[in-house]
């Protein structure tokens, strides 16, 4: 799955606003969890796609050899 809309960040347009808000505003801690959240379903999807190009390739090696003559290695 991947991500295709950004979240927008509860700090634009905050009238609490001020300095080092991050580490106590609840707002901001959710978005982060969500974000995070987001990063790990993107990751995931990565990690399955290469491990699909990569048996796709053997297969097509191995293929590849076996209508050349070659022996497998």
Request: glycine share 4%; net charge positive.
């Amino acid at each position: 799955m991947v991500v295709s809309a950004t979240l927008d960040s509860p700090c634009r347009g905050c009238t609490d606003r001020c300095v080092r808000c991050h580490s106590s505003c609840g707002r901001y801690a959710e978005y982060r969890q969500e974000l995070d959240r987001r990063k790990q379903e993107c990751y995931a999807a990565h990690e399955q796609y290469d491990l699909t190009v990569a048996l796709t390739r053997e297969l097509r090696r191995r293929v590849d050899n076996r209508i050349l003559g070659r022996k497998y290695r």
